[in-house]
């Protein structure tokens, strides 16, 4: 697990729930916010298992 820079969007939720307790997923991003903004495609794989597994659990 590694500690990254939020996405905007939880800035909401944070603000109308203080304490609320979150997680973001997603493919690692190189350069967010820039014109050569990419993920890195072999970061896709464990997301998709992640999230598979995530659902199943929910289920």
């Given at each position: 697990?590694?500690?990254?820079?939020?996405?905007?969007?939880?800035?909401?939720?944070?603000?109308?729930?203080?304490?609320?307790?979150?997680?973001?997923i997603?493919?690692?991003?190189?350069?967010?916010?820039?014109?050569?903004?990419?993920?890195?495609?072999?970061?896709?794989?464990?997301?998709?298992?992640?999230?598979?597994?995530l659902?199943?659990?929910?289920?």
């Open positions: 697990m590694v500690a990254m820079h939020f996405v905007l969007e939880a800035g909401f939720f944070v603000q109308h729930y203080p304490g609320i307790q979150m997680a973001s997603g493919p690692r991003i190189v350069e967010p916010h820039s014109t050569s903004e990419r993920i890195e495609l072999s970061t896709i794989e464990d997301i998709w298992k992640v999230l598979n597994e659902l199943k659990r929910l289920a």
